[in-house]
């Protein structure tokens, strides 16, 4: 009875917990480098879209911000974080990818006079249908949270890359390959050896496949560990501050993304069709590693990729073949 009273109090003092100002998790990761950390959930009205991450560089001449939050309000708040810190000029904002939990606070850097910067998919984006359906369906999760929120084009877009100097730090700006979207960007610091990496790895959650490339995704994760990061500061979630981890979870989504390829190029070859494949995911690839039934959200989640992956690999296969 005790310690259902003491887990009942802690889930009410959990519920009650979501952060009235993004500053109040604002955490100094090392020397000028410092984060935001929104909830691991999903949008809901209670979390006010403070779902994802957002980072910021002090250089000796300016402010380097990553991403901007899920709202106008957010992306404020996230601006009073950075006033709080320094006073120097907010002079750019580069967004890992156009959606809706990382961009939808541009509008409140661009006022603080960021200039922003994110992949050229950004426009395609922007003008999608889907991504207007998407902008009204957020209106009513998170109504009067949304309020000045607008969705905003970056200044500059890239293709491949650029490099940023400011100070004396340099920010390498890359778009490796199509992964989590076809338009993600990373950001590297080559002296502190930090890798902001956007939703391309994930401490503790399944990856979503449904909007880029999973093949082209296993290239950008060997790409990572190339460059062999000491800090790795993802899109959601908690940062990744060793070598070893991040290894560990690098490893960890190219061997998931891996096993559901392999599976399902597999059950192609045997003449299966798509709704078996649905069907039968989630068995299959737990006869390969039981582990993954640990991983949060996987039985729902991993149908949803199989599903495009399984477009995905056919494509592939008549590529193949022709
Ligand atoms: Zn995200």
Same mark, same amino acid.
């Given at each position: 009875m005790k310690l259902l009273l003491a887990l009942l109090l802690f889930s009410l003092s959990f519920a009650s917990e979501?952060?009235?100002?993004?500053? /109040? &998790? +604002?955490? %100094?990761? %090392?020397?000028n480098v410092y984060g935001v950390f929104g909830v691991y /959930?999903? *949008? @809901?009205y209670e979390n006010r879209g403070f779902i994802s991450n957002a980072y910021f560089v002090v250089t000796e001449e300016a402010v380097v911000v990553i991403d901007a939050l899920t709202t106008y309000k957010l992306g404020k708040e996230l601006v009073e974080t950075i006033r709080s810190v320094t006073d120097k000029p907010i002079k750019f904002a580069v967004i890992t990818h156009y959606h809706t939990d990382h961009f939808y606070g541009v509008g409140a850097l661009k006022e603080a006079g960021a200039t922003i910067i994110a992949h050229e998919w950004a426009f395609d984006y922007v003008s999608q249908p889907s991504s207007w359906n998407f902008y009204e369906a957020r209106k009513k999760i998170l109504k009067e949270h949304m309020e000045g929120t607008e969705m905003v084009e970056p200044d500059i877009t890239i293709t491949q890359g650029l490099d940023i100097h400011s100070g004396r730090k340099k920010f390498v700006v890359?778009?490796?390959? %199509?992964?989590? &979207?076809?338009g993600d960007v990373v950001i590297w610091m080559p002296e502190d050896? *930090? +890798?902001? @990496? !956007?939703?391309?790895v994930f401490d503790g959650r399944l990856p979503f +496949?449904? @909007? !880029?490339?999973s093949k082209t995704w296993l290239v950008c994760l060997k790409k990572i560990l190339e460059l062999d990061p000491d800090v790795l500061l993802p899109g959601h979630g908690k940062p990744m501050l060793t070598k070893e981890r991040i290894r560990d979870r690098v490893n960890w989504t190219y061997k998931y993304i891996s096993d559901l390829r392999n599976t399902i190029r597999k059950m192609i070859e045997e003449g299966r069709d798509i709704d078996y494949v649905r069907e039968h995911i989630n068995e299959a690839l737990l006869e390969i590693d039981? @582990?993954?039934?640990? *991983?949060?959200?996987f039985f729902d989640v991993n149908p949803v990729n199989a599903y495009y992956v399984y477009f995905e690999v056919e494509n592939e296969l008549l590529e193949e073949g022709e």
């Open positions: 979501y952060p009235k100002h993004v500053k /109040e &998790t +604002l955490k %100094k990761i %090392k020397d /959930e999903q *949008v @809901s890359r778009h490796y390959c %199509k992964a989590h &979207t076809p050896k *930090v +890798l902001f @990496s !956007g939703d391309i +496949l449904g @909007s !880029g490339n039981p @582990s993954y039934a640990q *991983v949060p959200v």
